[in-house]
C-alpha cells in the first residue's frame, strides 16, 4: 500500500530507526508498502522512516528489482568526495555534503541471512549514506555547517515551512528573567568593589556592603531556583538544546562562582566594620 | 555478629563496602577484601594519559580511609570460594593470598555470612596475541595511564620532526569501554593541538561496534524535535571535524611492534601499522574457582565461562530477537548461594546489548555490555542494602533491586583539561538496557535521554572528578553524593 511521505516540517524523520529484530510478516508488509510508495513516487532509494515506519530498513531500486538491506552497517570507507544531494525530506533542497564512495556493508536480507557487499559506485555508495543516516535519525541537514542549515531552514521558513511551534524550545524562556536579574546584580556587585576609590561617607559605605551581604545569597537563591525552573521548563519542551542540563549547570555554576568572588572581594574591599 | 566480606575494592566494591558499614555500624563486621593499595577513580586516567594529571591526582591510599569507617582492610587477592564449609567444618569461607601488608605471599582463610563479589576484570591482555608483550598500552589502570603518557610524549618528540601514526580503540572483538578509548583519543587529539604537532600526527580509530557511537549499549541518543537521534551522527561529526579516520566492526586477531591485524565482520582481513597504540584489552573474570566440602570443584556452579558470578539473570534468553529488558539481573543474589552477590563488572550479564554480529569466520566482534561507572555505583549500594536487612531482618528481608533495566546512566566523554578550552559530549541514557516492551522502537524513554556537546559538559567532568574522590575518601556527608 503506498504510504504518505514524512515531509519537512514534519519532524519524525529525526527519530532513530530499531534495529529489525523479528524477520516475519510485518517486516514483508513495511516492504511491501515502502515498494509501493517508491513505484508511485519513481523512486530509486527509501529509507522506512520516509514512510514512518521506524525500522532499519533501505531499499534501492536496480533496473526492476528491489535490493532489501535490513539493519545495515558501514564497517569500512574510503574515496572522500563531494557528493550533490538533495532529499523527499527537504522539497528543493540541494546541499553539498562529503561522503565516501568506496564502502563495505554489512546487512541482512528479509530472512534475517547476514550479507556482506563491496560498493564502489560513488552514487550508490553516497544514496546508501544518506539512507543510513536517516535510519540513524540523520538527515542531509546534518551535514552541512551552521550556517547553511539556518539559511535553508530560513528559506523553507519563508515558503511556509516551519516546525511546530509547541514542540520547540522557545527563543526566550522565562528562565532568561531569572539569569537576567542575576546578571544584573551581579554587575553592581562588581561596581561596589570601586567602592575604596570614592570618598562615600561611612553610611554610604555601610549600605553598599549591606546591598551586597544580600546580593550574594540572593544570587544563590535565583540560581537554584534557576536550575529547578529550567530543569521543569527542558521538560515541557521538547526540542531545546539551551535548556539541557550542562547548560544549565554551567550557568548556574558561572555566576554562583562569580557572586562568591564579588562577596570575598566586598569582604575585603568595601566592608567597613 | 555477622560478618560480610566484599571481594574487591573498585568503584563497585567500595561503595558496597562503606555503605554496608555505615548501616550496619560497629554490631556487624565488614571485611574488603582487595589486592591494591589504592582506589583509583578510573574516568580521570585519560587525563593521566595524556599528562594533564598526575597518578597522584587520581588515587587515595585506601587503609586510612577504611581504618576511619572501621572496616577490616585486607591487601590480599581472593583465591576460592567455599560456600559450602571444607575440612574443618561447615562455615563457609574464602581464601585469601596477601599482597601487601607485610604478608606478601602468605594465605589465609576467611569464614564469611555474607559474601560480596566485586572483584572487577581481569584485563585479559593475553586474549589477543601480541596485546601483552608491549607493543601497546592502556589506560584501564593509572599505572597503565602513567606509562602511555610516557609513550605518547615520545611520539609527540618525534613528531616534531617527522609523521607519526596513533592508533586508538579495542584491542580486540569482545571488548567493552570504547567510551574510555573514545576519550582517550580525542584528549591526544586535543593535546596533540596543544603541542603544535597535529599535523604530523595520523589518529586513526579501530573498534569491535558496528557502528560509531555504539559503546556497547547500542547507542546512545541526542533529543531533537520531540525524537532521538543516534549517538551515530555525533559521534560521526566528532571524527570527521577533527580528522580521525575509523576502522569499525573490527577484532584486532593479532599484535605485532608496529602493526595490528584486524579482521572485519565480512570475514577479511587488515593490518594497521603504528607508532603508538593504545588498545582497550578485553574483560573476563579474574579467575576465581569454587569449591565444595569435599574439595570438589563447583566453580562452574557459581561462575558463567567468561568467570563472571551468576546471579538472578536470565540465562537462557536465547536468539537476539527474544532478548527481553527482564533478562538482566534485579537483586545480583547467586541463584544456588543466597548469601553470595555480585557487582559491577563482576556479575555475569545474560547477554549483549548492543545487536550481535559474527563474521562469517565465526568470530563474535560485538561490544560486549558495560557494567562500569555509575550503574556500577548503584548497583553496588544496592547490594549493600540487601545484605544489611538480610543481617538486620533476616534470611525474609526483601532484596533491593537495580535492575539495568530501570536504570539510567550518565556519561560525559572529555577532551582537554583546561577550564575554558576543554570540551565534552555529556549524554544521558535511560533505561541502559533498552526495553523494548515498555518503550517501543529504541526501549528508550526519551524524557530522560539528552545530549549535549559543550564546555559545561567538561565542568561537569571536571565536577565529577573532585565530588567522587571526595565521597570515595567518605569526608563529612559523603553519602549524599549521588552513586
Redesign the interface.
Known amino acids: 500500500m503506498v504510504q504518505k511521505l514524512v515531509i519537512y516540517p514534519d ?2 524523520m ?3 530507526s ?2 529489525v ?2 524477520f516475519n510478516q510485518t517486516l514483508w508488509d513495511v516492504i511491501e508498502d515502502m515498494r509501493d510508495t517508491m513505484q508511485a513516487h519513481d523512486f530509486n532509494a527509501m529509507a522506512a522512516m520516509q514512510i514512518a515506519y ?1 525500522y532499519n530498513i533501505i531499499l534501492i531500486k536496480e533496473g526492476e528489482n528491489y535490493h532489501e538491506y535490513i ?1 545495515p ?4 570507507n574510503e574515496d572522500l568526495f563531494d557528493s550533490e544531494e538533495s532529499s523527499i525530506h527537504y522539497p528543493d533542497v540541494t546541499v553539498s555534503i ?1 561522503r565516501y564512495g568506496k564502502i ?1 556493508l ?1 546487512y541482512e536480507d528479509r530472512n534475517g541471512q ?1 550479507h ?1 557487499e563491496d560498493i564502489d559506485d560513488r552514487e550508490l555508495a553516497a544514496t546508501l549514506q544518506r539512507k543510513i ?1 536517516i535510519t ?3 538527515n542531509i541537514l ?1 551535514k552541512v555547517n551552521k550556517n547553511t542549515r539556518e539559511k535553508i531552514l530560513s528559506a523553507l521558513a519563508g515558503k511556509g515551512l516551519m ?1 511546530q511551534t509547541d ?2 524550545c522557545p527563543t526566550f524562556s522565562k528562565k532568561d528573567y531569572f539569569v537576567s536579574f542575576t546578571d544584573k546584580l551581579l554587575i553592581l556587585m562588581g561596581l561596589s568593589l570601586f567602592t575604596p576609590l570614592f570618598k562615600f561617607s561611612k553610611e554610604t559605605v555601610e549600605n553598599i556592603y549591606t546591598f551586597d551581604k544580600i546580593a550574594f545569597p540572593l544570587i544563590i537563591a535565583l540560581m537554584i531556583s534557576f536550575f529547578f525552573y529550567a530543569q521543569y521548563e ?2 515541557k519542551y ?2 531545546c ?1 539551551s535548556c ?4 544549565n ?3 548556574m ?1 558561572k555566576r554562583s562562582v562569580a557572586a562568591l568572588a564579588f562577596a570575598i572581594g566586598a569582604y575585603f574591599l568595601v566592608n567597613p566594620y | 555478629m555477622a560478618r560480610l566480606i566484599v571481594m574487591g575494592g573498585g568503584v563497585s566494591g567500595h561503595t558496597a563496602a562503606t555503605f554496608a558499614k555505615d548501616w550496619l555500624g560497629d554490631e556487624h563486621e565488614v571485611v574488603v577484601v582487595t589486592p591494591n593499595s589504592q582506589w583509583n577513580w578510573i574516568p580521570s586516567n585519560i587525563w593521566v594519559g595524556v599528562g594533564q594529571m598526575t597518578k597522584e591526582e587520581v588515587v587515595f591510599s585506601l587503609a586510612p580511609v577504611y581504618e576511619k569507617a572501621g572496616i577490616d582492610y585486607r591487601q590480599a587477592k581472593a583465591v576460592s570460594i567455599h560456600p559450602n564449609g571444607g575440612e574443618n567444618g561447615d562455615k563457609e569461607y574464602i581464601t585469601i593470598e596477601y599482597t601487601g601488608q607485610g604478608k606478601e605471599g602468605q594465605t589465609e582463610e576467611l569464614t564469611y555470612d555474607y559474601l560480596i563479589n566485586a572483584t572487577g576484570p581481569k584485563l585479559n591482555f593475553g586474549a589477543t596475541p601480541g596485546l601483552d608483550e608491549g607493543h601497546t598500552v592502556s589506560v584501564c589502570t593509572a599505572d597503565h595511564a602513567v606509562h602511555a603518557n610516557l609513550e605518547l610524549k615520545k611520539i609527540f618528540e618525534k613528531a616534531k620532526t617527522e609523521k607519526q601514526k596513533i592508533l586508538v580503540g579495542t584491542g580486540h572483538g569482545m571488548c567493552t569501554c570504547q567510551g574510555a578509548a573514545f576519550e582517550y583519543i580525542f584528549n591526544i587529539e586535543h593535546e596533540a593541538n596543544k603541542a603544535g604537532v597535529r599535523n604530523n600526527l595520523e589518529i586513526k580509530w579501530i573498534s569491535n561496534e558496528s557502528f560509531l557511537g555504539d559503546f556497547g549499549i547500542g547507542g546512545l541518543h541526542m533529543k531533537r524535535g520531540g525524537y532521538a537521534a543516534s549517538s551515530r551522527l555525533f559521534a560521526e561529526s566528532l571524527y570527521s571535524e577533527r580528522g580521525i579516520p575509523w576502522i569499525i566492526g573490527a577484532h584486532v586477531s593479532k599484535v605485532e611492534a608496529g602493526k595490528a591485524h584486524y579482521e572485519l565482520l565480512d570475514g577479511t582481513t587488515g593490518e594497521e601499522e603504528f607508532d603508538f597504540a593504545m588498545l582497550i584489552p578485553p574483560f573476563a573474570g579474574v579467575g576465581l574457582k569454587a569449591y565444595d566440602k569435599d574439595g570438589s570443584d563447583i566453580t562452574d556452579t557459581i561462575f558463567a565461562p567468561n568467570g563472571f558470578m551468576k546471579v538472578d539473570a536470565k540465562y537462557d534468553a536465547g536468539a537476539y530477537e527474544n532478548w527481553k529488558a527482564s533478562d538482566w539481573p534485579r537483586t545480583y543474589q547467586n541463584p544456588t548461594y543466597a548469601n553470595m552477590f555480585a557487582c559491577g563488572i563482576a556479575f555475569a550479564p545474560p547477554h549483549l546489548i548492543s545487536k550481535p554480529m559474527t563474521s562469517p569466520n565465526g568470530t563474535p566482534i560485538n561490544p560486549t555490555p558495560p557494567r562500569t561507572g555509575m550503574p556500577s555505583g548503584i548497583i553496588g549500594k544496592a547490594v549493600a542494602h540487601s545484605v544489611c536487612d538480610l543481617i538486620r531482618e533476616g534470611n525474609n528481608a526483601h532484596l533491593h533491586e537495580a535492575s539495568m533495566a530501570e536504570m539510567g546512566a550518565a556519561c560525559v566523554a572529555s577532551a582537554g583539561k583546561g577550564l575554558t578550552d576543554g570540551t565534552a559530549a555529556a549524554l544521558t541514557v535511560y533505561p541502559v538496557v533498552p526495553d523494548f516492551e515498555k518503550y517501543p522502537g529504541l526501549g528508550r524513554d526519551l524524557d530522560y535521554t539528552f545530549g549535549e556537546i559543550g564546555l559545561a559538559g567538561h565542568w561537569i567532568k571536571h565536577i565529577l572528578h573532585h565530588m567522587f574522590l571526595y565521597k570515595a575518601k567518605l569526608k563529612p556527608g559523603w553519602t549524599l553524593i549521588p552513586e
Not at chain 1, 552497517?73 to 569500512?76: E, Y
Open positions: 519532524d519524525r529525526n527519530c532513530t530499531t534495529d529484530r523479528s521506524p539493519n552497517r558501514i564497517i569500512k562529503p563495505k554489512v547476514v556482506y543516516d540513524f535519525g540523520g546534518d516546525p514542540d520547540v527542558a521538560k521538547k526540542q538544546s539541557q542540563i550542562g547548560n549547570i554551567g550557568v555554576v
